[in-house]
C-alpha cells in the first residue's frame, strides 16, 4: 500500500504570495490532517478533516485554509506568506478520526521557505 | 487535547546500551501513542498502549504506562545508529486531536 504523499517536497515562496501544498492519504483513509513544525514552536496542529468536513481547526490565523476533496485527498492554502510562515508542514492520515485510536500515518512533508 | 511531556529533551549513548525516554500529561487518558520522526521525515508510529495497560512491546520497543502517576515511559533496547531520532508521545482522551510536546532528541554514537 502506497503511503501519504506530500507534493511538492520543497517550495520556496516570496513574502505576500500565497501557497498551496497537496496531500494524497492513504487509500481508505477518510481522515488527513495538517501540522506545522519548526524549530521553535514544534508540531503545531492546523486542522483536521474527515469525509470532506473539517473537524477541528488549531489556532491558526485566517490565512491558514484546507480542504478536502471527495476522494479524501487535500489541499492547504497559505495566503500572503510571511517570514514566520518557513517550515516543515507535514501531512497525516487515518482511518478514524483523531483520537479514537488508529494511529496516524504522516508524509514526509514538504518543506517551504519564505523570502 | 492535552500535550505530552517528553523528558529527557535530548538523550545521547553508545550503540548496544538502552535508551530510556518517559512522557508525563495532565489529564486522565483513553490511550497514548508514541512515534518516531527521523531528521527531516514525517513522525512514524511505533505504538499505542490503552489506560487499562500496563506494558506493551514490539520488537526492541518497551511501553510501560502508569495512570496513578499520569506518565508513561519507552525503552528502546540493544540500541543502534538507525534509532537515532526524535520521539514524541501524544495522550489521548477521547476524540480529541493529537497534540505533541518538543520530543526527545535521541542520539546513538557508534
Known amino acids: 500500500k502506497a503511503g501519504v504523499t506530500q507534493t511538492p517536497r520543497y517550495l520556496i515562496k516570496t513574502r505576500g504570495q500565497q501557497v498551496t501544498l497537496s496531500c494524497s492519504p492513504i487509500?481508505?483513509?477518510?481522515?488527513v490532517s495538517w501540522y506545522q513544525q519548526t524549530p521553535g514552536q514544534g508540531l503545531q496542529f492546523l486542522f483536521e478533516?474527515?469525509?470532506?468536513?473539517?473537524?477541528n481547526k488549531g489556532n491558526f490565523p485566517g490565512r491558514f485554509s484546507g480542504r478536502q476533496f471527495s476522494n479524501s485527498r487535500s489541499e492547504m492554502n497559505v495566503s500572503t506568506l510571511e517570514l514566520g510562515d518557513s517550515a516543515l508542514y507535514l501531512c497525516?492520515?487515518?482511518?478514524?478520526?483523531?483520537?479514537?485510536?488508529?494511529?496516524?500515518?504522516f508524509g514526509n512533508g514538504t518543506r517551504l521557505t519564505v523570502t | 487535547s492535552q500535550q505530552g511531556e517528553e523528558d529527557p529533551q535530548a538523550l545521547s549513548i553508545q550503540e548496544g546500551e538502552n535508551a530510556t525516554m518517559n512522557c508525563s500529561y495532565k489529564?486522565?487518558?483513553?490511550?497514548l501513542q508514541w512515534y518516531r520522526q527521523n531528521s527531516g521525515r514525517g513522525l512514524v508510529h511505533l505504538i499505542l498502549?490503552?489506560?487499562?495497560?500496563r506494558e506493551k512491546h514490539s520488537g526492541r520497543l518497551r511501553v510501560t504506562l502508569d495512570t496513578s502517576k499520569k506518565s508513561s515511559s519507552l525503552l528502546i533496547t540493544a540500541s543502534r545508529a538507525a534509532d537515532t531520532a526524535s520521539y514524541f508521545c501524544?495522550?489521548?482522551?477521547?476524540?480529541?486531536?493529537?497534540?505533541f510536546g518538543q520530543g526527545t532528541r535521541l542520539t546513538i554514537n557508534p
Open positions: 478533516y474527515f469525509s470532506e468536513t473539517q473537524r
Open positions: 501524544a495522550p489521548i482522551q477521547g476524540a480529541q486531536k493529537l497534540v
Open positions: 497525516a492520515s487515518s482511518l478514524e478520526v483523531q483520537g479514537r485510536g488508529a494511529p496516524l500515518h
Open positions: 489529564t486522565s487518558i483513553n490511550n
Open positions: 487509500s481508505g483513509h477518510r481522515s
Open positions: 498502549i490503552r489506560s487499562n495497560e
